[in-house]
């Protein structure tokens, strides 16, 4: 998701305290979803959990009603790769499924995704799963001072395509705070030390988009769905980090999220 103001907004300690309560949200929620899913269930039924958990702690769903879209969680699934909107579909063994939530919480935003496997998956998917993940970690890795927007962006490129996948182009991570998308734009891939400095107060959404086939994408008529070209999977994964003095500090991250394997 683009469409960003023209500027970056540093954060000071109390917003970052803030902006991880927000994420904090999305990411007990992102757990509950993820021990919901199961063959059977619906996406509807994945959206209403997300919802009322979110409303319950007090936070509001960043995604429902932006630009209209008419749910509280992009679920996309199998060669869908984000912006999927929830509904009777019924997940079934052997799919994957990409959540992605945000939350706003006391005037900030908080911004996860997971791709989840609906019971036992293929290996060629659970290597796509755990690869789209360590990608993601390849790119905080690089949010340090002294580096710049393009560091992230190619780490998580180079590393992805030695797996032998692709990055989607369309669509990149971004600047989130008071709006879910600021600057500045966090693209999946890119030549190393271009872009923006990173600086300490920075906080952004780094996402990865990673294809098991080639990179192009297209949009459902429902003007919302992107979904790969040639029809393969896709797997997302996102958490929004700040950037600080000590490195970067995932806001999102749950205590025990463990690696897809
Ligand atoms: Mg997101
Ligand atoms: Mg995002």
Known sequence: MK???????????EELQTMRRANQLVA????????????????????????????????????????????????SVNDQVVHGIPGPRRLREGDIVSIDLGAI????H??????????????????????????????IAQAVVGNRVGDISHAIQRYAEAQGYSVVRELVGHGIGRNMHEEPQVPNFGPPGRGPALMPGMT???????????????VAPDQWTVSTQDGKVSAHFEHTIAVTLDGPMVLSEWPDQEEPI
Request: net charge neutral; aromatic share 8%; with cysteine.
């Open 28 to 75: 007990s929620t992102l757990r509950l979803l993820r021990d919901a899913v199961q063959p059977g269930i619906t996406t509807a039924e994945l959206d209403r959990i997300a919802e009322e958990n979110i409303r319950d702690h007090g936070g509001v769903p960043s995604f429902k009603g932006y630009h209209g879209f008419p749910a509280s969680a992009c679920i």
């Open 110 to 139: 908080g911004d996860s995704a997971i791709t989840v496997p609906v019971g036992t998956i293929s290996a060629e998917a659970r290597a796509l799963l755990y690869h789209t993940y360590r990608a993601l970690w390849e790119g």
């Open 105 to 108: 919480v006391d005037g900030f």
């Open 204 to 218: 952004l959404a780094i996402e990865p988009m990673v294809n098991l086939g080639r990179p192009e994408v297209e």
């Open 3 to 13: 469409r960003a103001k023209r500027r970056v907004y540093l954060k000071s300690e």
